[in-house]
């Protein structure tokens, strides 16, 4: 048993007990029958317990929704930046004539990786560019195939370059070597 003071005691020595019993189901803030309470103040503890039960779970509520919240905005900015083209430069449009190397068709974007030889230099080592393209769904709305590139093809492809200079970027056209463009072109920004 424990003994504490009531919320409506005077400053006279009045107690009430209330239960720590594990085996009790009722809370340990409610009033347990030990102790006799007249009919106002049993009213009083139960608002009390009530309120003070929604309280926490209104607490509970509103931090479950500003969590919810930011991590749905969280979500929704990597979502944009992931989807975001401004890496590219679509200013710009270079063309870029040499050999496949590989043909990525995979999730979430596919990819082009081509072996390009310096023009001015014949006998230098050709340098690797990654272009890359859209989702397979919507590579594959645009008229392309998994097997539409193969390691060893020539083409001719057009890229928006990345912004950094490094040799990357995002395909425009890919024309094969029998000079037939491969899938629909991509729309040029007005």
């Known amino acids: ?15 009430r007990s209330f239960s720590t019993s594990p085996a009790r189901s009722t809370p340990q803030f409610l009033p347990t029958t030990e102790y006799h309470l007249s009919g106002k103040d049993r009213a009083r503890w139960a608002i009390m317990a009530g309120f003070q039960h929604r309280r ?15 991590v749905l905005a969280l979500m929704g900015t990597s979502a944009f ?17 040499g050999t496949v190397k590989e043909f990525q068709w995979t999730n979430p974007h596919c990819w082009i990786q ?29 008229g392309w195939k998994p097997g539409s590139l193969n390691p060893g093809e020539k083409v001719t492809i057009v890229v928006n370059p990345l912004r950094d200079g490094q040799h990357g970027g995002l395909v425009v056209s890919v024309t094969g070597s029998d000079g037939k463009i491969i899938g629909r072109p991509a729309e040029t920004p007005r």
């Open 114 to 142: 081509v072996l390009v030889p310096d023009p001015s230099n014949p006998s230098a080592e050709p340098v690797e560019w990654g272009v890359e393209m859209g989702a397979p769904v919507e590579v594959m709305r645009k």
């Open 1 to 15: 048993m424990r003994t504490c003071t009531g919320a409506n005691t005077t400053k006279s020595s009045r107690t």
């Open 56 to 70: 926490a779970n209104g607490q509970m509520r509103s931090a479950f929704r500003i969590s919810l919240v930011v």
């Open 81 to 97: 930046a992931h989807h975001s083209r401004a890496m590219f430069d679509q200013t710009k449009q270079v063309t870029l004539v």
